[in-house]
């Protein structure tokens, strides 16, 4: 059997073989460009049909990025600015150029009880402002814990709207619950109703909008270029951070099966398996503290690379190339080391993939 290096070297191919540990400055074979700097925490990133960029601050700024300058726009939704929590994701709609909706999900004071939680709303824009603001979900009910609230936003092909909300620190309390949200990956129409064929829709007690249960706090979420299949991946505690398939009705298993163990070294999960709960395509352990996932599609990077998976890494400041084949991890490698935290990775409308990092700004990276 090939070893996983040999894999990796021969799926690459030349365009890929210099992945070494280096940093992100001198990684060969490539370079790296900032887009923007002075965004503390950037943690979504969409484009406009103009090429100006949507970047949310999770201190609760949102900008519009034009040739490197940043605007500050208004008419953006209160948030909690409470530790992991804030403005976070933000997506334009597939059909964006016919009805100008933008997406974003945010930590809210709106609802029941002390503290915030996850609601995704959608606006238009009009000028340097958002407006037509419209509430589609709101997670009940409020915490004052300041972890877990997700979150990232995907469109899949048909056009049905997926968000995350992590299970808010109270993982026996709520990932397991259909009652309850936290922990939870959703899906709704995109102007907020609930399909029909959601699979808890008649389910007694459940939330309706619930499209797979039993996630720790997925940070990532993006739908494969070639299946149409939504991925996710998600925060572990110590070890077992997971890439998942998200699949209707599935329970992915957090907290009774997992790979890792607790902050303080005890065991959490009861166990790794359990029948009727999903297993991992891919699982890191130690812990990398994965954020942000992006399928490349360009021929931008030669077609090694195309419909490969990108993942950032909080913890070790890089980015993780993933080599598929079908829905197998085959093999595996640690890039841009020294890129800075990556809060998010995308690929842009040019075919570049822009990485969104805490103290460097935004990059492009481009090829040599």
């Known amino acids: 059997m090939k070893t996983l290096t ?26 790296t460009e900032t887009v923007v700097t ?21 201190g609760g700024e949102l900008y519009r990025v034009h040739n490197g300058q940043k605007t500050a726009l208004g008419g953006v939704p209160e948030v909690h600015v409470n530790g992991q929590g804030g403005l976070l994701d933000i997506v334009t709609h597939p059909d964006y150029a016919n009805n100008g909706w933008i997406y974003i999900t945010y930590s809210s004071l709106e609802g029941a009880g002390e503290g915030s939680h996850t609601a995704i709303m959608r606006a238009k824009l009009q000028g340097n402002s958002l407006v037509n603001q419209e509430v589609l979900y709101k997670g009940e009910e409020n915490s004052t ?19 995350s909300i992590g299970e808010r620190g109270a993982h026996f309390e709520n990932a397991q619950q259909l009652d309850r949200d936290g922990g939870k990956i ?11 064929d959601n699979p808890f829709v008649n389910t007694p007690g459940a939330k309706p909008a619930i499209y797979s249960h039993g996630h720790r706090n997925p940070q990532g979420l993006a739908m494969h270029p070639v ?20 699949l209707p009705g599935r329970n992915y298993g957090w907290p009774i099966i997992g790979y890792g163990v607790n902050y303080n070294g005890q065991p959490l999960a009861v166990a790794t398996s359990r029948d009727g709960m999903e297993q991992p395509v891919f699982y890191w352990d130690p812990s990398i503290a994965p954020s942000g996932m992006a399928f490349i599609t360009s021929d931008n990077y030669g077609p090694e690379l195309k419909n490969h998976l990108l993942v950032g890494s909080l913890k070790f400041n890089y980015m993780v190339h993933l080599v598929l084949d079908g829905n197998n991890v085959v093999a595996h490698e640690n890039v841009f080391q020294g890129i800075g935290r990556v809060r998010n990775i995308k690929q842009g409308p040019d075919g570049y993939i822009y990485v969104a990092t805490e103290g460097n700004g935004i990059l492009r990276i481009l090829p040599e």
Do not use: C, K
């Open 6 to 31: 040999h894999l990796l070297l021969l799926t690459l191919g030349l365009a890929f073989l210099p992945l070494s540990i280096v940093s992100a400055q001198t990684q060969p074979g490539f370079r």
């Open 38 to 58: 002075d965004i503390p925490v950037p943690w979504g990133m969409a484009w406009l049909p103009d090429g100006d960029m949507l970047v949310t601050n999770r």
């Open 145 to 163: 814990r300041g972890q877990h609230y997700g979150s990232r936003i995907a469109f899949d092909r048909e056009g049905y709207l997926y968000f």
């Open 186 to 196: 959703y899906r709704l129409f995109d102007d907020g109703r609930i399909p029909p």
């Open 227 to 246: 299946t149409g299949q939504i991925w996710e991946h998600e925060h572990g505690p110590m070890g077992g951070d997971e890439i998942n398939i998200i």
